[in-house]
């Protein structure tokens, strides 16, 4: 049996673990559920799995992303020439710093006009969420932090 250095090995069969999809090289990696707040790196690229930013995500890695990672993901649809988009740019960074249990990501529509595509958007911005790999909520406009936590947390309960 091998044991790579600095990896912590499951010391009992009680423990589990998720699947988390590094946002730098979607590389899928499995991390201890009571490790996910010590700040776990990417087995492959060693970059920051779980950043408290949101992250951009090119359209087309979009659906191994949210279908890799077992932690909820709220996905921002956005381009640069919306000003909507830009005012929810800080509030949409203000939510992703306050919830380390959700991954938070951009899509930039111009940039990944097939996920638009793929996931019918058809105003900007739009806020997705996935769970288990499947969208469970959208909704569209901009929104402050704490509007936008709340209809997380309210779309969560109810699934």
């Excluded at 279908?67 to 909820?72: E, K």
């Excluded at 529509?109 to 019918?120: F, I, K, L």
């Excluded at 790999?133 to 936008?148: I, K, N, P, Y």
């Amino acid at each position: 049996m091998v044991f790579w250095p600095n990896v912590p090995r499951m010391e009992h069969a009680s423990e589990t673990a998720m699947n988390v999809v590094c946002p730098h090289c979607n590389t899928r990696n499995r991390v201890a559920d009571d490790r996910l707040g010590d700040a776990p790196k990417c087995g492959a690229c060693h970059q920051l799995l779980l950043p408290a930013a949101p992250m951009p995500v090119r359209g087309a890695v979009l659906p191994k992303f949210v279908a890799g990672t077992d932690l909820p993901v709220v996905v921002d649809f956005w381009a640069d020439w919306c000003g909507p988009c830009k005012m929810m740019a800080p509030e949409f960074a203000k939510a992703a710093a306050g919830r380390p249990d959700v991954r938070f990501v951009k899509v930039d529509t111009e940039d990944g006009p097939e996920a638009s595509t793929q996931y019918n958007i058809r105003s900007i911005p739009t806020m997705a969420l996935f769970r288990g790999g499947r969208e469970v909520a959208r909704v569209s406009g901009a929104m402050s932090a704490g509007q936008l936590l709340g209809w997380i947390d309210q779309q969560l309960q109810q699934r």
